[in-house]
């Protein structure tokens, strides 16, 4: 697969193949893009990690573009909810987590939809497809279970 998506940037002329990798849940294992000649070339709180592997050597580093903490105190009123559409998980654990909010804390969730490249890359987390702010505070930066919000919660609003 990765040699497939290295042919594919090579015949549309890219200057290289980036990947967001992490030791948590959700995001794809580094081994396998560090065995296939990757570099690391960014990292990013709390374990994010960008690897790149150049097609042309000129061509520039990629790195994340930053400021997280300016990005999630843009949300500080409430509960934010950030998704995308990148997978039904996604979908399902957000509609569960606005109904909880609001059924057990009498907090009415703000969703807010991930819809392009930009929206992506000005996004509070490099994950970029899901996050949860409560009154300017990441309390995930990935897709959560009902039952894990509800531990959340328990501790912010105690």
């Known amino acids: 697969m990765v040699e497939a998506c290295l042919n594919d940037a090579k015949k549309a002329g890219m200057n290289g193949v980036a990947v967001v990798i992490r030791d948590g849940p959700w995001l794809a294992d580094g081994r396998v893009f560090l065995a296939n000649g990757f570099e690391l070339v960014d990292t990013a ?70 819809k392009s490249w930009r929206d992506a890359q000005n996004a509070p987390t490099p994950h970029a497809v899901f996050a949860l702010i409560y009154k300017g505070r990441l309390v995930a930066d990935h897709q959560i279970s009902r039952t894990r919000f509800r531990n959340i919660m328990n501790k912010c609003v105690t």
Request: hydrophobic fraction near 40%; charge should be positive.
């Open 45 to 114: 709180p709390p374990d994010y990690e960008l690897l790149i592997r150049k097609l042309k050597a000129s061509a520039a580093d990629p790195s994340f573009k930053g400021g997280w903490d300016e990005k999630v105190k843009a949300y500080s009123r409430g509960l934010t909810i950030i998704r995308s559409s990148q997978c039904p998980h996604i979908a399902k654990f957000a509609a569960e987590i606005a109904e909880t909010a609001e059924q057990e804390y009498g907090i009415k969730a703000r969703m807010v939809e991930i």
